[in-house]
């Protein structure tokens, strides 16, 4: 049931949302959303739609930095720790090799490289996606099935700046679009 | 490469049936929604049965000692390294699947990538039973190969190829069991948006983490999920290579070669390529996923069996010609002596199931036929568990000197803890099955809608 009133039972307003049939019709319609200079939008999908990045203006994910960084802390660690137990803490002849005998270390430096350099990438993946995340809730349950959409968002109060958000403005947009089922959809909590 | 080159180059259609998303998350979902059937009860009943055996026999050897096996003076690694090494390979399959498959862009991973995951996770599992309890003391195995300071301050042996496994077999575990939980995020949210219970419903909604397929999460999680595939590569790539280190870093004629990273990598995807295709043939058949996993997809895995299987052939051959190239009489022996010494059995075992069987797939008839597919890859699982059999036994059983020559027979012990291992993998397996969504559906929803773009428009997005 759309409203215009900014909030129902004591939930804020999130936005508005349509639908489209085709990844490539919401692809156009991103683009449309991004020129008219809307601040907060994005797209619900059921799976990642490839141009999608492109037409909404997303960087390039800043994840491969952070694997590097944590790949070369883990390999450093890793060669660290070795050398330090196997040369300073308890010096141990084995084998007939020197203490620092680092190409047997290399293993372990590899493995911890990847150990590392995987955890901190979903963690940081995580960070960035705000997952998990139990407050909020999808706008409809038929997108993780087969439906594309487009939602405008209300823009946080704070960073507000650009334009003011307007939502019989936002929904004729929608529609002019070709967005079918335009609503207003109010922040949920699953709990 | 625009998608209409990308259809030039891989024709077949990757689902079958005509099936719509909606279909995709009714089909899949559906044995997650309905009381199990009495095949799956029958199945899992077997599998707590077995590995019931296996745990009791476990539980004897611990109070009675090692003695209950058939380990012997020189054969002091059997069955259980055996099946440690088994394990580890049957594994190795899913990771090529889920992340080298995937940077090779090959579509068709989308419809067996979940489950061959999963069969990786709890082959890992499965396997790391192994080196616990061979010490026949589990509960100090568990901790003693950590590098914690110990009471005595020693620290653990780094230069040691069986620590670099504990190292490599963990990460191994860990980072393919979050490669796969990353994967089932969007399917849990799926799973949890079509669940009508309640209990279901808080279940799914914890597991996936309130996943709400927005394309700003979508574009951070592609990334990762590449990076994923870039860094478990090398990484399944490295932990057979580690595992064959801890035989070919000793000294015993027939274990110290260099070919041995490459031929149990080999080994390691041939077995697991195998495995993969045992559980598809029977998982698209109980829980009807035909239109899915196509003759297509199993088609191709046979393929990648033949090829790895004379991979294998070929390591076999020239294990031969590199030890009389040596000019080492001990080398010389090992081998003659593995092929045609007490053991010759299980080397023709071997070399039959491994290498002369899967050459019935030059044949498309044969590749596929689902009932000559399931009895090879039968046959392959065999063969790859007596290769194992051969390199540890038949190294092992005739030292240097006469006097240390010994015949190796497991016991009922040996035989009933392989069983058990066999039930905990299944139990495991049938678990999934019925918990989590089988197919990964949002990737299938990707390359379906691939196949409708191109045949619409003719154009696409790279």
């Not at chain 2, 950590?146 to 190829?161: A, G, I, M």
């Not at chain 2, 963990?170 to 994967?183: D, E, N, R």
């Amino acid at each position: 049931m759309a409203t215009t009133e900014n909030t129902v039972n004591e939930r804020p307003l999130a936005g508005v949302i349509g639908y489209f049939d085709q990844p490539s019709q919401l692809i156009d319609a991103m683009t449309e959303v991004r020129k008219a200079n809307y601040q907060c939008f994005d797209a619900y999908t059921p799976f990642p739609v490839h141009g999608m990045d492109a037409a909404q203006g997303l960087k390039r994910s800043p994840l491969p930095y952070v694997t590097l960084v944590a790949g070369v802390l883990g390999c450093t660690f890793a060669f660290s720790f070795e050398y330090w137990t196997s040369a300073v803490d308890w010096p141990l002849i084995v084998g007939g090799k020197p203490f620092n005998s680092w190409p047997a270390f290399v293993p372990i430096m590899f493995e911890l490289t990847v150990l590392f350099g995987g955890l901190a990438t979903v963690g940081a993946m995580f960070a960035l996606n705000r997952l998990p995340n139990m407050k909020r809730k999808i706008f409809d349950p038929e997108i993780t099935r087969d439906r594309f959409a487009l939602a405008i968002e209300v823009p946080p109060a704070a960073v507000a700046q650009y334009k003011k958000f307007d939502v019989a403005e936002a929904t004729e947009f929608l529609n002019k679009l070709g967005a079918t089922g335009v609503r207003t959809v109010y922040a949920e909590g699953w709990f | 490469m625009s998608t209409t080159d990308v259809m030039q180059l891989s024709p077949d259609v990757l689902v079958t049936g005509g099936k719509t998303m909606t279909d995709i998350n009714q089909d899949v979902a559906a044995p997650l929604e309905r009381f199990p059937s009495g095949k799956w009860w029958a199945a899992f009943g077997v599998a707590i049965l077995a590995f019931l055996i296996g745990a009791t026999l476990a539980a004897n050897m611990f109070m009675q000692g090692l003695g209950v096996l058939g380990l012997n003076q020189p054969n002091g690694w059997g069955v259980f390294i055996v099946n440690f090494v088994f394990w580890i390979g049957i594994g190795h399959a899913g990771t090529l699947i889920s992340a080298i498959l995937f940077l090779f862009r090959q579509k068709w991973r989308t419809a067996i990538n979940r489950a061959a995951e999963a069969m990786t996770i709890f082959a890992v599992m499965t396997a790391l039973i192994f080196p616990v309890i061979h010490t026949g003391r589990p509960w100090y195995a568990a901790i003693w190969l950590l590098p914690y300071p110990n009471q005595r301050q020693l620290w653990v042996n780094f230069r040691s190829p069986l620590l670099w496994d504990v190292f490599a077999v963990s990460t191994y575990f860990t980072i393919s069991a979050v490669f796969w939980f990353v994967g089932l995020i969007p399917d849990l949210a799926s799973i949890r948006d079509r669940a009508k219970n309640p209990i279901r419903k808080f279940i799914y909604t914890i597991l996936s983490l309130g996943w709400r397929g927005s394309n700003k999460n979508w574009s951070h999680y592609e990334m990762a999920y590449l990076i994923l595939a870039g860094l478990s590569t090398p990484l399944v790539l490295s932990v057979h290579t580690i595992v064959s280190f801890d035989f070919a870093v000793s000294l015993v004629p027939g274990w110290h070669t260099t070919i041995f990273p490459p031929y149990f990598v080999a080994g390691a995807i041939f077995s697991g390529f195998a495995m993969v295709v045992t559980l598809m043939v029977i998982t698209r058949e109980l829980f009807g996923l035909k239109n899915y996993i196509t003759l297509n997809h199993l088609e191709k895995m046979n393929k990648i069996i033949m090829a790895t299987g004379m991979m294998v052939g070929y390591a076999y051959a020239c294990e031969f010609f590199i030890a009389w190239y040596s000019g080492s009489p001990f080398e010389r022996f090992a081998f003659i002596n593995r092929a045609f010494g007490p053991y010759w059995w299980a080397y023709w075992i071997m070399a039959g199931c491994n290498v002369f069987i899967p050459q019935v797939f030059w044949f498309k008839k044969a590749r596929r036929s689902i009932p000559i597919m399931f009895v090879v890859s039968l046959f392959v699982n065999i063969g790859m568990w007596f290769e194992r059999f051969v390199i540890t036994v038949t190294s092992l059983h005739r030292e240097f000197l006469p006097s240390m020559w010994r015949y190796y027979v497991p016991t009922w012990s040996d035989w009933g803890i392989t069983l058990g291992s066999f039930g905990f993998f299944f139990i495991f397996f049938l678990l999934f099955c019925r918990i989590l969504p089988a197919i990964a559906m949002a990737e299938v929803k990707g390359v379906l809608d691939l196949n409708s773009e191109a045949k619409e428009a003719g154009h696409g997005h790279h």
